[in-house]
T-cell receptor
Framework: NAGVTQTPKFQVLKTGQSMTLQCAQDMNHNSMYWYRQDPGMGLRLIYYSASEGTTDKGEVPNGYNVSRLNKREFSLRLESAAPSQTSVYFC?????????????FGPGTRLTVT | RKEVEQDPGPFNVPEGATVAFNCTYSNSASQSFFWYRQDCRKEPKLLMSVYSSGNEDGRFTAQLNRASQYISLLIRDSKLSDSATYLCVVDTGRRALTFGSGTRLQVQP
């Protein structure tokens, strides 16, 4: 099983450019999440999708949009990238939205905005 | 005050040593607690859940103190392979998890 996959692994953008980060899981999980990780800040939740067809804002949603395309896929879009969005982005999934369930993470996307 | 606070370390210990990390959380209504492990430039992975009665998994022991709002992780007989960052994770009561910024452990030969 591949688990959670993310593309791309690395990306460099110029300020103002847009891009979409892709995430897919093959574990038949209902819930999916997007986090960003910055040095000394821990992982911060950007958006999550408790189930197919629903999305909710997390702690730091500004500057991002998401799409839960189907049960497997959850994408994160940066419409107009800013240097403050330089970070490592992790997608995760869990069986349900109940926080007592383990979250499985993808390998991450390292994004640099210049 | 951060919702989840950890000492960033690094904790430098020799192989075979016992090391303990604490983590404090601010939301007294939190019900779910975890330790995740993150290797350098890799994704976090669940190490263990933390139960009210405490739990043990091999060389790892996790404890929860609700009255003082902290959880702990004890690693006995440290191995070189235990070198990693350990993330304290607590549910926010809002269907999401809050991750601490992590405690870095370096086990030395």
């Amino acid at each position: 099983n591949a688990g959670v996959t993310q593309t791309p692994k690395f990306q460099v953008l110029k300020t103002g450019q847009s891009m979409t980060l892709q995430c897919a899981q093959d574990m038949n999980h209902n819930s999916m999440y997007w986090y960003r990780q910055d040095p000394g800040m821990g992982l911060r939740l950007i958006y999550y999708s408790a189930s197919e067809g629903t999305t909710d804002k997390g702690e730091v949603p500004n500057g991002y949009n998401v799409s839960r395309l189907n049960k497997r896929e959850f994408s994160l879009r940066l419409e107009s990238a800013a240097p403050s969005q330089t970070s490592v982005y992790f997608c995760a999934s869990s069986e349900t939205g109940n926080p007592s369930y383990e979250q499985y993470f993808g390998p991450g996307t390292r994004l640099t905005v210049t | 005050r951060k919702e989840v606070e950890q000492d960033p370390g690094p904790f430098n210990v020799p192989e075979g040593a016992t090391v303990a990390f604490n983590c404090t959380y601010s939301n007294s209504a939190s019900q779910s607690f975890f330790w995740y492990r993150q290797d350098c430039r890799k994704e976090p992975k669940l190490l263990m859940s933390v139960y009210s009665s405490g739990n043990e998994d091999g060389r790892f022991t996790a404890q929860l103190n609700r009255a003082s709002q902290y959880i702990s992780l004890l690693i006995r007989d440290s191995k070189l392979s235990d070198s990693a960052t350990y993330l304290c994770v607590v549910d926010t009561g809002r269907r999401a998890l809050t991750f601490g910024s992590g405690t870095r452990l370096q086990v030395q030969p």
